[in-house]
């Protein structure tokens, strides 16, 4: 473990209860440019890395793209903390290694089927179980290793993280509750993440997930290689879907406290890995940047829909996407299907039958999903891989039928 000095902090830090999530603030935008600072006077001026950092704290970036990537692309962030990150123990293989996470896709790991797939939600496990014990992969392609790809995950959980950290170095993940609200502590600030909002942790960034409710339940979308953007509008103009002012970022937030033991878990090709260090992670008293941790509330969106006649194609609800270099094509796209209005003329109001170059998995937070009348519940989960033919089920068909000709 590497030897630092540890600067001397004149408190204790914010109250680390349970009740600072109640009165969370955060700061508004997407892909801004943040600056945040739990004491005031710890940010420095007019530099990044001076000589001596206010309150005698530790100059730390993370970076992630490369330093070379366009300035409209680049995301970094300075963290300004207690003790760097760098002092802790050397990685090790996790003992009780977790055969549930995948991120090189292989024959080895993996099969390959075109049959239309679902599953049921999965019950909450009875022994206790945190967030990162109750990940699993559902499916996936390509390879963290080769920064191109993506995972699908799952979990299920009953018990907060105590005294760990989980880093995903593989690539952002994008949480998604089903059931039980989730407090996340990053090294940017805290999150509360309700059912009905999202959470984005990109690369690289430690974060631990308390469960106020009990047991949770979600998804968890993974890319490698690239992170979230907003989609561009095209013809609707400069308005519309997911507002830029609604994704919102943690206001700096720390704790300086001894921590003996404390863990930090890291996912590095699918592996899982710990090392043990003194102090927490989160003890960040100050940070300026544009990658950080951010949220979005679902309910926000402004959903665009047919007006007349046919449908719009599915494209139109996305809220997020994961841009590869071919200009039109997602690696992922997060895509809702929120309350809307469906008004049209001599039409088939469910989603119509088709097959897709892109593989499609849906899951349901709440209610019912218009194509499937029974089987597809909230916590439950669906595949169509590229070209299977899928759409709605023989029920809904023929009670659009029934009521179109009343």
Same mark, same amino acid.
């Given at each position: 473990?590497?030897?630092?000095?540890?600067?001397?902090?004149?408190? &204790?830090?914010?109250?680390?209860?349970?009740?600072?999530?109640?009165? @969370?603030?955060?700061?508004?935008?997407?892909?801004?440019?943040?600056?945040?600072?739990?004491?005031? #006077?710890?940010?420095?001026?007019?530099?990044?890395?001076?000589?001596?950092?206010? $309150?005698?704290?530790?100059?730390?970036?993370?970076?992630?793209?490369?330093?070379?990537?366009?300035?409209?692309?680049? !995301?970094?962030?300075?963290?300004?903390?207690?003790?760097?990150?760098?002092?802790?123990?050397?990685?090790?293989?996790?003992?009780?290694? /977790?055969?549930? @996470?995948?991120?090189? *896709?292989?024959?080895? &790991?993996?099969?390959?089927?075109?049959?239309?797939?679902?599953?049921?939600?999965?019950?909450?496990?009875?022994?206790?179980?945190?967030?990162?014990?109750?990940?699993?992969?559902?499916?996936?392609?390509?390879?963290?290793?080769?920064? !191109?790809? *993506?995972?699908?995950?799952?979990?299920?959980?009953?018990?907060?993280?105590?005294?760990?950290?989980?880093?995903? +170095?593989?690539?952002?993940?994008?949480?998604?509750?089903?059931?039980?609200?989730?407090?996340?502590?990053?090294?940017?600030?805290? =999150?509360?993440?309700?059912?009905?909002?999202?959470?984005? @942790?990109?690369?690289?960034?430690?974060?631990?997930?308390?469960?106020?409710?009990?047991?949770?339940?979600?998804?968890?979308?993974?890319?490698?290689?690239?992170?979230?953007?907003?989609?561009? @509008?095209?013809?609707? #103009?400069?308005? #519309?879907?997911? +507002?830029?002012?609604?994704?919102?970022?943690?206001?700096?937030?720390?704790?300086?406290?001894?921590?003996?033991? %404390?863990?930090?878990?890291?996912?590095?090709?699918?592996?899982?890995?710990?090392?043990?260090?003194? *102090?927490?992670?989160?003890?960040?008293?100050?940070? /300026? #940047? &544009?990658?950080?941790? $951010?949220? $979005?509330?679902?309910?926000?969106?402004?959903? *665009?829909?047919?007006? =007349?006649?046919? !449908?719009?194609?599915?494209?139109?609800?996305?809220?997020?996407?994961?841009?590869?270099?071919?200009?039109?094509?997602?690696?992922?796209?997060?895509?809702?299907?929120?309350?809307?209005?469906?008004?049209?003329? !001599?039409?088939?109001?469910?989603?119509? $039958?088709?097959? &897709?170059?892109?593989?499609?998995?849906?899951?349901?937070?709440?209610?019912? %999903?218009?194509?499937? +009348?029974?089987?597809?519940?909230?916590?439950?989960?669906? =595949? /169509?891989?590229?070209?299977?033919?899928?759409?709605?089920?023989?029920?809904?068909?023929?009670?659009?039928?029934?009521?179109?000709?009343?």
């Amino acid at each position: 473990m590497d030897d630092h000095q540890q600067p001397v902090i004149k408190t &204790n830090g914010p109250d680390s209860s349970s009740s600072s999530f109640s009165d @969370l603030q955060y700061q508004s935008g997407f892909h801004n440019h943040f600056s945040s600072e739990a004491l005031r #006077g710890a940010l420095p001026h007019g530099q990044s890395s001076p000589l001596l950092c206010p $309150y005698g704290l530790y100059a730390e970036q993370i970076s992630g793209t490369s330093f070379t990537s366009p300035r409209k692309l680049n !995301h970094r962030t300075w963290l300004y903390r207690v003790k760097p990150s760098v002092t802790h123990e050397p990685f090790k293989p996790l003992e009780s290694s /977790h055969r549930k @996470l995948v991120s090189e *896709f292989t024959d080895s &790991n993996s099969s390959t089927t075109p049959t239309q797939l679902r599953w049921k939600p999965v019950d909450i496990p009875e022994t206790p179980t945190d967030f990162v014990e109750g990940l699993y992969t559902v499916c996936g392609a390509g390879s963290s290793f080769l920064r !191109h790809g *993506f995972a699908i995950h799952m979990y299920t959980a009953n018990k907060s993280m105590d005294n760990c950290a989980f880093c995903n +170095a593989d690539g952002d993940f994008l949480i998604v509750p089903q059931t039980g609200r989730l407090w996340i502590t990053t090294e940017c600030g805290k =999150l509360q993440i309700s059912p009905g909002e999202i959470a984005v @942790l990109p690369q690289g960034f430690r974060f631990a997930v308390d469960l106020p409710d009990g047991p949770s339940r979600g998804y968890v979308a993974e890319v490698f290689g690239t992170h979230f953007q907003l989609p561009d @509008l095209g013809p609707i #103009g400069a308005n #519309g879907l997911a +507002a830029p002012r609604d994704f919102v970022v943690p206001t700096a937030w720390f704790e300086d406290s001894y921590r003996p033991d %404390y863990v930090i878990i890291q996912k590095f090709g699918g592996e899982l890995f710990t090392a043990k260090q003194e *102090f927490s992670p989160f003890n960040v008293v100050a940070w /300026h #940047g &544009n990658y950080a941790p $951010y949220k $979005y509330d679902l309910t926000t969106f402004c959903p *665009f829909n047919t007006v =007349l006649f046919d !449908h719009g194609d599915p494209s139109i609800n996305t809220v997020l996407t994961a841009p590869t270099d071919k200009p039109g094509v997602a690696l992922l796209d997060f895509v809702i299907f929120p309350p809307r209005w469906l008004v049209a003329e !001599h039409t088939f109001r469910p989603p119509y $039958y088709h097959r &897709n170059c892109m593989s499609e998995f849906m899951g349901l937070i709440y209610g019912g %999903y218009e194509a499937k +009348a029974d089987g597809f519940l909230p916590g439950g989960a669906s =595949l /169509h891989s590229c070209m299977t033919p899928h759409g709605p089920d023989t029920k809904t068909y023929e009670v659009c039928l029934f009521y179109a000709t009343q």
